[in-house]
Every structure is written in structure tokens, then in C-alpha cells.
């Protein structure tokens, strides 16, 4: 799987953080929870139409970014999915949540509160230790910080 | 992996088909489109957790039922998704979606038409014929229709 061109839909919305094995990380902008998205390096559009081992690879990032955010972050839970109805590029959606937080029992897409401009972003700070975490514990390959 | 108890909140939204390998199979009852509902053998509540081999197989009778959505049910897209916010047991969304359905580019959760006594429910002919596909291309076992 080579790597592909993420979608600006996807840049606009999210930090790219930088590479694992399967694709891309991203974390979206909203600060609100953690909300990780895997771009996979394929031209398909949804996760379960992947060959087995690609889907295998997809997977397994996708549960190791699961896991940093339940040890690294202290989430108790995560919600998981590949919808695609809006951007068709296949990307994977590993969000932080918990009881009581800002959107639950809700899932996050159109119920978190909106970010405006200095107030409700991650800081850059925030981004590097994350990239630094995730190298360690991951084996992320950073990207520069937009 | 043992078959579980079912959470009666998903009883009451959705139709039991059967059991496949790595767990019950069901169908929502609203029929504004085809939304299948697999419930893991696992007493976990995120798939994400799971152990490897146990994911396997629930990942590949998430993929059986999306290539039936397309294969059989026509339909273009499927969503993928492990939220369990308000009902905790583990329970995988696979659906079928297509341009111009009742709430695309929306997810479904909260966003589809209510359903009414005698009007948007799957028929018992409807049923009984989806269960005989899915015990031919998937091995379902079939459950009595309640």
C-alpha cells in the first residue's frame, strides 16, 4: 500500500500528525475529545471491501491508536467507524469518549460544540508531545505541523 | 466465544435473523434502508479490545454482511460502525447506503424517519427470505422469527 493524497476536506478539519504502517494519522482540530482518523493507502472506499491483510494492517493501527487513548489519554471507552458518505475517501474514525463528556450518549458527528478561532484547539505544545507518544509507543513517522 | 445474552434495547429495535460464527446477527427494524447489527460472543464492549483472533472473525462476519448488502441488496456503500454509548454491550452497525437515501450524507444514528405500527417495517415474507439468503451465502443459523 502506498501512500495516498489526503482529501483537503479531511486537512481542513484535522491535524496531520504523520505516518503508521497502514496510512496516515490524523486528529481533528476540535479539542473537545481525542478524536483520531487513519487514512488507509488505498483507493477503495470502504474499510470492509479491503483484501484480508491489507483490512488486517488497517485494523491493527486502528486498535493501537484505540489503546494510546484509553492508557496515554484515560478514556474508558472508544467509538469506531468508516462512514465515508460525506468525503469517499476511506478514512477511519478512533474517538476518545466517556461518560459525560461534551457530546454523550450522542456519537460526535454533528453534536460537538464548534471551535472558534484560539479557543477549543489543541496547542501546538499538545501536538508535539502527541507526535512524540505516538513515535515512541506506535512507531509514528512525525509529519511537520501545519 | 460463547453466545451471549442479548440487551433487550437491541430486541426491541431490531428483528433476531440467527447466529453466525462470531455472533447473533440482527436486522433493524426500520426498513427506510438495510441496517444489519452483529452482537460478538464477548462480554468486552469495544472491538477494538479485542484479542486478534477473536477480532478476525468478527471483522470477517462484518465483511460477509457488507458484501451481502452490496451483492444481494444493491447497494453501493456500506457504513461501519462500533459506538455502544447507550447500549454498552459490544453490537457492530453494518449498512447499507446509498447516494440519496433517507438521511444521506448524514449517519443514521438520529437521523432516520420514525417508524409506525404497519408502515416502514421489513414484512415476515421479507424476513424469512433474507434469512434463507444469508443461511446460503453466510451459513446463518437461523433463529425463530419472534
Not at 34 to 47: A, E, R, S, Y
Not at 79 to 95: D, K, P, R, S, Y
Not at 96 to 101: F, K, Q, S, V, Y
Not at 106 to 131: I, R, S, Y
Amino acid at each position: 500500500m502506498n501512500a495516498v493524497t489526503i482529501d483537503p476536506r479531511l486537512l481542513d478539519d484535522c491535524h496531520l500528525l504523520g505516518q503508521l504502517a497502514s496510512g496516515a494519522v490524523l486528529l481533528n482540530r476540535n479539542a473537545a475529545l481525542h478524536w483520531f482518523i487513519l487514512v488507509p493507502n488505498t483507493t477503495l472506499g470502504d474499510i470492509l471491501d479491503l483484501p484480508v491483510a491489507e483490512r488486517d494492517a488497517v485494523i491493527a493501527d486502528c486498535a493501537a491508536l484505540s489503546a494510546f487513548l484509553k492508557s496515554a489519554l484515560g478514556y474508558r471507552k472508544t467509538n469506531f467507524a468508516g462512514l465515508g458518505n460525506v468525503v469517499a475517501q476511506m478514512h477511519l474514525h478512533i474517538i476518545g469518549r466517556n461518560a459525560g463528556d461534551v457530546c454523550w450518549p450522542q456519537p460526535v458527528w454533528g453534536n460537538l460544540p464548534a471551535v472558534h478561532a484560539g479557543d477549543g484547539h489543541h496547542t501546538t505544545e499538545q501536538l508535539l508531545d502527541m507526535q512524540s507518544q505516538l513515535a515512541a509507543t506506535l512507531g509514528l513517522v512525525p509529519a511537520a505541523l501545519a
